[in-house]
């Protein structure tokens, strides 16, 4: 295995022991109904220091339509979580599996409107290479989102939804993030050690495209 770079370590060893609690609020249902599947939360070394790699899906997807998003999906029978998430990354965006170093695999969370128990796969990039959308009905964009954009202050708000919905956004790399990958990259940056003081108070609606990507989701 290869060593992790200084700014990656503090992450890691927070997640160690992390729970769905330390996570976010979408706690899996009791019952284990829901469908599994994975998303790759990979990082990387960028210009501008640590970045994310992240996708904005397409808007004729049946859910989460529009919205920015981890790499990932639905497990295929016999598949870990890990297999699940570098699969998935490889279909969407032609990411090398051994590109990547898995680093953590986090508790499962709860998505519930569409059902999917989700596991994040935490991974160091180690040798980043172009990468695009490649399934192009699932996938608009592809972005390395700098971390250094997501804790600026400056993008940082929460995220009013018609629905009722209240949780942290950002507007960096060209996405507009909310919802559940807003929801864990909150929690990620704050576990990293990366998170900056920012304005709590200051709340945005969802911009009218992304509403209305998300509605016809």
Same mark, same amino acid.
Not at 39 to 50: K, N, Y
Not at 98 to 121: N, W
Not at 144 to 165: C, I, K, T, Y
């Given at each position: 295995?290869?060593?992790?770079?200084?700014?990656?370590?503090?992450?890691? &060893?927070?997640?160690?022991?992390?729970?769905?609690?330390?996570?976010?609020?979408?706690?899996?249902?009791?019952?284990?109904?829901?469908? @599994?599947?994975?998303?790759?939360?990979?990082?990387?070394?960028?210009?501008?220091?640590?970045?994310?790699?992240?996708?904005?899906?397409?808007?004729?997807?049946?859910?989460?339509?529009?919205?920015?998003? #981890?790499?990932?999906?639905?497990?295929?029978?016999?598949?870990?979580?890990?297999?699940?998430?570098? /699969?998935?990354?490889? &279909?969407?965006?032609?990411?090398?599996?051994?590109?990547?170093?898995?680093?953590?695999?986090?508790?499962?969370?709860?998505?519930?409107?569409?059902?999917?128990?989700?596991?994040?796969?935490?991974?160091?990039?180690?040798?980043?290479?172009?990468?695009?959308?490649?399934?192009?009905?699932?996938?608009?964009?592809?972005?390395?989102?700098?971390?250094? &954009?997501?804790?600026?202050?400056?993008?940082?708000?929460?995220?009013?939804?018609?629905?009722? #919905?209240?949780?942290?956004?950002?507007?960096?790399?060209?996405?507009?993030?909310?919802? #559940?990958?807003?929801?864990?990259?909150?929690?990620?940056?704050?576990?990293?050690?990366?998170? /900056?003081?920012?304005?709590?108070?200051? &709340? @945005?609606?969802?911009?009218?495209?992304?509403?209305?990507?998300?509605?016809?989701?």
């Amino acid at each position: 295995m290869t060593e992790l770079p200084g700014w990656l370590s503090p992450l890691v &060893e927070s997640l160690r022991d992390a729970t769905v609690a330390d996570l976010g609020r979408f706690t899996p249902p009791d019952d284990g109904s829901g469908r @599994e599947s994975a998303v790759l939360v990979a990082f990387a070394a960028t210009a501008g220091g640590p970045g994310i790699l992240l996708i904005e899906r397409a808007a004729t997807m049946r859910t989460h339509a529009g919205q920015a998003a #981890f790499p990932g999906g639905a497990a295929d029978p016999g598949e870990s979580p890990e297999q699940t998430a570098l /699969r998935e990354a490889q &279909e969407e965006v032609g990411l090398d599996p051994a590109s990547v170093q898995v680093v953590a695999t986090l508790p499962a969370l709860f998505l519930a409107p569409s059902g999917f128990v989700v596991t994040p796969v935490v991974a160091w990039w180690k040798a980043p290479h172009p990468v695009s959308a490649i399934a192009v009905d699932e996938v608009a964009s592809v972005a390395v989102v700098p971390v250094a &954009e997501l804790v600026d202050p400056a993008n940082r708000f929460r995220v009013a939804h018609p629905s009722g #919905f209240r949780g942290p956004g950002f507007d960096a790399g060209g996405l507009f993030i909310w919802g #559940f990958t807003a929801l864990l990259v909150d929690r990620l940056l704050a576990l990293g050690g990366w998170e /900056r003081p920012w304005d709590t108070g200051t &709340e @945005e609606d969802l911009p009218p495209d992304v509403l209305e990507s998300s509605a016809r989701g």
